[in-house]
Nanobody
Framework: QVQLVESGGGLVQAGGSLRLSCAAS????????MAWYRQAPGKQREFVAH???????NYAESVKGRFTISRDNAKNTVYLQMNSLKPEDTAVYYC?????????WGQGTQVTVSS
């Protein structure tokens, strides 16, 4: 069982930055791939970024060059550094953990970007 708690969301002006954190409980964090997704009002949840247990990353085209996913295995935490934020980045951001054949979601954190 993995429990995930996101934090770091908030209100920011366009062009600003935020760093989201996702703290994981349970064993085996370093072996788990992790990801960030987001869901805007009235839209489906969409992929944002992914990081493997070895640190390999990939990103949605819409955030490439602006967002960076990273992890600190000593702290059981994955981060999403978001720079050059745009109003269209407004959404609830969710952390996802891949553990063997299962996956787990956090409760989400709201990010609002004003124009």
């Amino acid at each position: 069982q993995v429990q995930l708690v996101e934090s770091g969301g908030g209100l920011v002006q366009a062009g600003g930055s935020l760093r989201l954190s996702c703290a994981a409980s349970g064993s085996g964090f370093s072996a788990n791939a992790m990801a960030w997704y987001r869901q805007a009002p009235g839209k489906q949840r969409e992929f944002v970024a992914h990081i493997t247990s070895g640190g390999g990353t990939n990103y949605a085209e819409s955030v490439k060059g602006r967002f960076t996913i990273s992890r600190d295995n000593a702290k059981n935490t994955v981060y999403l550094q978001m720079n050059s934020l745009k109003p269209e980045d407004t959404a609830v951001y969710y952390c996802k953990a891949y553990a063997a054949v299962n996956y787990y979601w956090g409760q989400g954190t709201q990010v609002t970007v004003s124009s």
